[in-house]
T-cell receptor, first 115, second 113 residues
């Protein structure tokens, strides 16, 4: 089956620190991988995505590389800001058959950045 | 630029009461979804629809019903609310099955006492 495992939080960092949030997945097919961000009181927003092995998704200084050999899609940012404080979700979707459009989410990682 | 709009935003129900959450999208999307979000659980798919007049069960459908009578609206119903249904509910839509273009609403906080 499909599942996503991401590192448990909460993660607390000082401003300008390096961020890594680990994400690994299990999938029966060839999934697309996503990172979503949820700011307090808001819905989820797509942060970045990768649709095939070795693709790198990037947005707002965040990056993640689709590693098929390690079934991973770790989120990184070189220098976090207070405004990055949010909950981050790793997700996958299988792009075939009746599961089209269905996302499988990890449990979310709360990130808090202090000035 | 309304996108995906959910009503109500907040609701408190007594056990056994019924209610309906309304999701409306103005992007002419074919696919619509209802998820619930619980602490430490991520989002789980309740029901989804691949077009007007169609619905399908997701991962956690029990205790919920849905209807998609109009393309732009996707209703989630709780016939007899239970405390286990206390959660944050998110509606989402996408133009097709391409999940890289999925848009989420802002969430509806439901408490069942």
């Amino acid at each position: 089956g499909n599942s996503v495992t991401q590192m448990e939080g909460p993660v607390t960092l000082s401003e300008e620190a390096f961020l890594t949030i680990n994400c690994t997945y299990t999938a029966t097919g060839y999934p697309s991988l996503f990172w979503y961000v949820q700011y307090p009181g808001e819905g989820l927003q797509l942060l970045l995505k990768a649709t095939k092995a070795d693709d790198k998704g990037s947005n707002k200084g965040f990056e993640a590389t689709y590693r098929k050999e390690t079934t991973s899609f770790h989120l990184e940012k070189g220098s976090v800001q207070v405004s990055d404080s949010a909950v981050y979700f790793c997700a996958l979707s299988e792009n075939r058959g009746s599961t089209l459009g269905r996302l499988y989410f990890g449990r979310g990682t709360q990130l808090t950045v202090w000035p | 630029n309304a996108g995906v709009t959910q009503t109500p935003k907040f609701r408190v129900l007594k056990t056994g009461q019924s209610m309906t959450l309304l999701c409306a999208q103005d992007m002419n999307h074919e696919y619509m979804y209802w998820y619930r979000q619980d602490p430490g659980m991520g989002l789980r798919l309740i029901h989804y629809s691949v077009g007007e007049g169609t619905t399908a069960k997701g991962e956690v459908p029990d205790g919920y019903n849905v209807s998609r009578l109009k393309k732009q609206n996707f209703l989630l119903g709780l016939e007899s609310a239970a405390p286990s249904q206390t959660s944050v509910y998110f509606c989402a839509s996408s133009p097709s099955g391409q999940t890289n273009t999925i848009y989420f609403g802002e969430g509806s906080w439901l408490t069942v006492v």
